[in-house]
């Protein structure tokens, strides 16, 4: 039950685009279609944005995307804004309905 | 609204114990599996453990086994968190969340803050 491993901090200016990666092993990212991402502004409740990858929640700006290649998922913003800047988190599923996240990601919007 | 809102939070000398408690609201509690998801002070996010819809079916991360005890009240529309034997790294603060059938937890309460010194 190791933590996935994501960049601690990634940054852009408004209206680009950054991708944050979410490393783990071929018994968690890499095994099942079950990555999630979360946006979390300190001393608030975590946000679903992505679920299975790729599906996004109702209300969920299309601008956020989700991919995955072998043991590494990625969390793509694109035509950033400023209230996007937060902290992200991966999850994926480990094992017998077990779960583990990523370290977080602290993403400034320059 | 869904509404998800903790309580029991609070100071617990180390070894000691504490239950936390989740009052669920705007969604079907008794059909919905549920978990319990820790943020250490400046540390990331961590999860703890699961509960299947019917509470028949418990999950925990290995650091808390044996000593954390994951249950629900469908009556009562209510999910708890039995914790003991506390340690200093269990200090964090503690979030309920709906686990949604695409394996995201789509639901979030604000948190209780549980502090664990001597």
């Known amino acids: 039950q190791s933590a996935l491993t994501q960049p601690r901090s990634v940054s852009g200016s408004p209206g680009q685009s950054v991708t944050i990666s979410c490393t783990g092993t071929?018994?968690?990212?890499?095994?099942?279609?079950?990555v999630s991402w979360y946006q979390h502004y300190p001393g608030k409740a975590p946000k679903l944005m992505i679920y299975e990858v790729n599906k996004r929640p109702s209300g969920v700006p299309d601008r956020f995307s989700g991919s995955k290649s072998g043991n590494t998922a990625s969390l793509i913003i694109s035509g950033l804004q400023g209230e996007d800047e937060a902290d992200y988190y991966c999850?994926?599923?480990?094992?017998?309905?077990?779960?583990?996240f990523g370290g977080g990601t602290k993403l400034t919007v320059l | 609204d869904v509404q998800l809102v903790e309580s029991g939070g609070g100071l617990v000398q180390p070894g000691g114990s504490l239950r936390l408690s989740c009052a669920a609201s705007?969604?079907?509690?008794?059909?919905?599996?549920m978990t319990w998801v820790r943020q250490a002070p400046g540390r990331g996010l961590e999860w703890v453990a699961n509960?299947?819809?019917?509470?028949?079916?418990?999950f925990y991360v290995d650091s808390v086994k044996g000593r954390f005890t994951i249950s629900k009240d469908n009556a009562r529309n209510s999910l708890y968190l039995q914790m003991s034997s506390l340690r200093a790294d269990d200090t964090a603060v503690y979030y309920c969340?709906?686990?949604?059938?695409?394996?995201?937890?789509?639901?979030w309460g604000q948190g209780t803050l549980v502090t664990v010194s001597s």
């Open positions: 071929s018994s968690d990212v890499g095994a099942y279609n079950y």
């Open positions: 999850c994926s599923a480990a094992g017998d309905y077990t779960m583990v």
């Open positions: 705007g969604f079907t509690f008794g059909k919905s599996w």
């Open positions: 969340a709906v686990w949604g059938d695409g394996w995201g937890f789509d639901y």
């Open positions: 509960i299947k819809d019917d509470g028949s079916w418990t």
